[in-house]
């Protein structure tokens, strides 16, 4: 693979759009594509915020910043982000809208461009083939919020190239990020830790173990952790922690990747986390209240 000096982004949600500020601050030409215009909207302003905020902490400067909203476009049209040279995909966790995604996407860019998928459990492999260029597909794993954390997992894919894998790795580096290479395993590295971690939290809580308040306190003071683990569930979403289990259920069949009952009801209430306003904690209250 050559070197990336484009990137395309699919999928404008919290991931996508993180993914494409850091890229444009990075000094890449950057396209967002979604197919919902209210999407690119909250993207934009998410990002204008949140540069804003690295200026007013004196992080960022206004030139840099003002360069990197020039680098960046949104659109709902396939075929920009297909003639970029490194394509991100950070849609929804579903599979069959991935690959639907990348038939399509393969046939409108140049051989040269790479996909990269910001999947957090599902194999590389699957959507290796479903591209038709295994060896220009690799994963590329960032975390949440994606301006802040420094961590991106770079997956290789059993037809990942050599070429795709240091290129893959040069472009995390030049983001201001530190790669670590993971095998595609469902949930790499990170995600195979965190994920039973977070699910015990909750049966912690079924078994009454605790409240979530001392659960939480328990693990960011005795632990040092930076977010309790419901505080921490919440900011992930509480409907993407339980589609990633399950996604690892049924890789390793192994029940601490199972969601628990308790988690499943409150996302058949709506109850999301952060996003929905209500999760382990209401965030209608301030200070968030804990759920009792
Ligand atoms: N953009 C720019 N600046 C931001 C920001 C953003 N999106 N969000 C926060 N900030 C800034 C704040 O302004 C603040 O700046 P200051 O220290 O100069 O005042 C600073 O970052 C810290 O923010 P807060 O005071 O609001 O909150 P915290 O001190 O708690 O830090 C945090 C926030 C960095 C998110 C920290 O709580 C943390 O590291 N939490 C853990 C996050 C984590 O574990 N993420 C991984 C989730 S798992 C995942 O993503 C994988 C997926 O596959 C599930």
Not at 71 to 84: G, I, N, R
Not at 145 to 158: A, F, Y
Not at 275 to 291: H, N, T, V
């Amino acid at each position: 693979m050559s070197q990336v000096d484009s990137v395309g982004v699919l999928g404008a949600g919290l991931m996508g759009a993180g993914i494409a500020q850091v890229a444009a601050v990075a000094g890449y030409r950057t396209v967002c594509r979604d197919v919902s215009q209210d999407a690119l909207a909250k993207a934009q302003a998410s990002i204008a915020k949140s540069l804003a905020r690295f200026v007013e902490k004196g992080n960022l400067n206004a030139a840099d910043r003002d360069a990197a909203l020039r680098h960046l476009t949104f659109t709902d049209d396939l075929d920009a982000v297909a003639h970029t040279s490194l394509v991100i995909e950070a849609v929804t966790e579903d599979l069959a809208v991935k690959n639907t995604l990348f038939t399509d996407l393969n046939v409108r860019s140049p051989h040269r461009t790479v996909f990269a998928s910001n999947t957090s459990s599902l194999t590389i492999g699957a959507m290796a083939v479903a591209s038709n260029r295994p060896d220009r597909f690799v994963g590329l794993h960032f975390f949440n919020p994606v301006p802040l954390m420094p961590l991106v997992e770079v997956v290789r894919g059993v037809t990942t190239s050599e070429s795709t894998m240091s290129a893959a790795m040069e472009f995390v580096q030049r983001l201001g990020k530190v790669p670590i290479e993971a095998r595609d395993t469902s949930g790499f590295i990170v995600n195979l830790l965190l994920v039973p971690y977070l699910l015990d939290a909750v049966r912690a809580l079924e078994r009454g173990a605790g409240t979530v308040t001392d659960i939480d306190r328990g693990m960011k003071l005795g632990c040092g952790y930076p977010m309790g683990p419901f505080t921490l569930l919440d900011f992930v979403g509480l409907d993407t922690t339980m589609r990633i289990g399950e996604i690892m259920f049924e890789e390793y069949r192994e029940t601490r990747y199972a969601p628990p009952p308790l988690l499943k009801r409150m996302v058949l209430a709506g109850w999301l986390g952060r996003k929905s306003g209500r999760g382990f904690y209401d965030y209608s209250q301030d200070p968030p209240r804990a759920m009792g």
